[in-house]
C-alpha cells in the first residue's frame, strides 16, 4: 500500500467518513481539504498529482479543483477545531 493510501485510510477511520464518497456535504469536503492539504505540504504532490489520486480512487476531480480545496484550508481549519486536531492525528 502506498503512502497516500495509507494516509486516506487513516482519515477515514478518524472521520468515519468514506471520503472518495460523490457528495458535497461539508464534512466530506472538509475531510478531503485536509487530506489534499497533507498530500501538498508534508508529500509535495503536485495538484494535478492529488487530483489524479482522487480520481483513481472514484472521486471525480480536476486540478482546479485542487486548487480550490487548498486556498480554503486556512478558512475550513478555524472553523472546525476537530478537523485541526486530526490533522495532528
Known amino acids: 500500500m502506498i503512502l497516500q493510501d495509507k494516509l486516506a485510510q487513516r482519515l477515514?477511520?478518524?472521520?468515519?467518513l468514506d471520503i472518495f464518497?460523490?457528495?458535497?456535504?461539508?464534512?466530506y469536503v472538509e475531510a478531503r481539504s485536509l487530506l489534499m492539504h497533507v498530500f501538498r505540504e508534508y508529500l509535495g504532490l503536485s495538484k494535478t498529482g492529488i487530483a489524479e489520486y482522487f480520481k483513481s480512487r472514484g472521486k471525480p476531480m480536476t486540478h482546479a479543483t485542487v486548487i480550490h480545496h487548498l486556498r480554503d484550508w486556512e478558512y475550513i481549519v478555524k472553523a472546525n477545531a476537530t478537523l485541526a486536531r486530526n490533522l495532528n492525528d
Open 21 to 27: 464518497d460523490k457528495t458535497r456535504k461539508r464534512d
Open 12 to 16: 477515514i477511520k478518524i472521520t468515519g
